[in-house]
């Protein structure tokens, strides 16, 4: 058995890729432990799923704060009270700021619902439909200064069906999501994947540009 590897998660909604993560780590012989969940909203229904799970949580509000450094300097002074290996964000709806990313350099994971590099930032599911793209999918990357630009951990590959909406093909890639985030959690949380000077890799193999591809 390896050892425990303490992960805080950070959330603004209703944390369903948290309930992902919680559900992955009651299997028995996982070396995730997930420390804390914190959210910049004190309402997040996520902050819920954490304490019926009996996780620490806590709230900071970033409206409370004079401008997006001194607010990332607090959280991370709240993040590195728990001491974790690993940084998850699980639907934070905050642009980092550049010191926040190099201080968790390595350690800072993201999902985004979209086949990266392609539809970077929001209505992803949309943009998808409205470019006739036959595929669509989800995205597990390192998090660096540029916005969901970081190296690619791994893909889920979704069709796009000829009567799918924004919303049926959303629910088909928040399915995906809940399987590819444990999974890549899973492999940092083992020692099999890091961040390297050329991307991310995987058991000592550098990664391809697209991550480990998972088609459905």
């Known amino acids: 058995m390896s050892q425990t590897c303490d992960v805080v998660v950070l959330l603004s909604g209703t944390g369903s890729n948290l309930q992902a993560l919680i559900d992955s780590t009651r299997t028995g012989d996982s070396p995730v432990r997930i420390a804390a969940v914190i959210s910049n909203r004190s309402d ?84 998808a439909l409205e470019a006739s793209d036959s595929e669509h999918g989800c995205s597990v990357h390192f998090v660096t200064e540029e916005l969901d630009g970081g190296p690619l951990v791994v893909q889920a590959v979704v069709p796009v069906e000829s009567d799918d909406s924004a919303q049926t093909l959303a629910q088909r890639v928040h399915t995906q999501e809940h399987k590819i985030y444990p999974l890549a959690v899973r492999w940092f949380a083992e020692g099999r994947l890091i961040l390297g000077e050329q991307g991310a890799l995987l058991d000592g193999q550098l990664l391809a540009a697209s991550g480990h591809l998972i088609r459905t």
């Open 44 to 127: 997040a229904y996520g902050l819920q799923r954490a304490r019926d799970a009996g996780i620490d949580t806590r709230s900071l509000d970033h409206k409370a704060f004079e401008g997006r450094e001194a607010f990332d300097s607090a959280l991370i002074e709240l993040i590195d009270a728990f001491h974790p290996k690993l940084v998850v964000l699980a639907g934070f709806m905050r642009i980092l700021s550049a010191d926040f990313v190099r201080h968790y350099e390595g350690r800072l994971l993201n999902i985004h619902p979209s086949l990266l590099p392609k539809y970077k930032g929001m209505h992803t599911h949309q943009r």
